[in-house]
């Protein structure tokens, strides 16, 4: 298992690896029409250049199984994961783990003190089991679709309160 950074030109890769996670896993959570909204079979012209777009902005991660694209994520300097995607036939094998652990480390490098995400239903136990709580649920306008989530969070950094026993010198 390979973890590298996203190339440019993979775009098309990356948008039917989500294509295939939303549909492949979301869809046991989501309605069919709350798929297409989140993921349309047929995506336009506009949809694509924006998908392109978000992929050069965001430079995910990608983990590559024999050759191809198994999982994507990125993480923001100020912690936010905007994208964690896994293709169905790698789901359960830890490729989703492994790639969690490295946006940690990525973002304790950025400097980033916690992890959010907008986290499905389908994805929030896997999220649970990496240490996230849950915020605040919330409903979420997609191409005219209202579809569930949660803001999720996970401290990365605790910094001792000066004059606690954390902070005081050992001897």
Not at 16 to 23: E, M, N, P, Y
Request: overall charge positive; hydrophobic content about 45%; proline content about 7%.
């Amino acid at each position: 298992m390979l973890i590298r950074p996203f190339v440019q030109g993979e775009e098309s890769a990356l948008l039917a690896l989500f294509q295939s996670s939303v549909r492949g896993l979301a869809s046991r959570n989501y309605t069919p029409e709350q798929i297409e909204a989140w993921s349309p079979s047929a995506p336009g012209a506009d949809y694509l250049r924006q998908w392109a777009e978000r992929m050069q902005s965001n430079r995910p991660w990608v983990v590559e199984l024999d050759g191809r694209p198994a999982a994507f994520a990125d993480v923001q300097p100020s912690g936010l994961i905007d994208q964690f995607f896994v293709a169905p036939e790698f789901a359960g094998r830890g490729v989703g783990a492994a790639l969690m652990r490295h946006l940690h480390q990525q973002a304790l490098a950025l400097g980033a003190a916690a992890l959010t995400a907008h986290v499905s239903l389908t994805a929030q136990p896997f999220f649970r089991r990496h240490g996230f709580i849950v915020e605040r649920e919330q409903e979420v306008s997609v191409r005219g679709s209202t579809l569930r989530n949660a803001v999720m969070r996970k401290t990365l950094l605790s910094c001792p309160r000066p004059g606690s026993a954390a902070s005081s010198p050992s001897h």
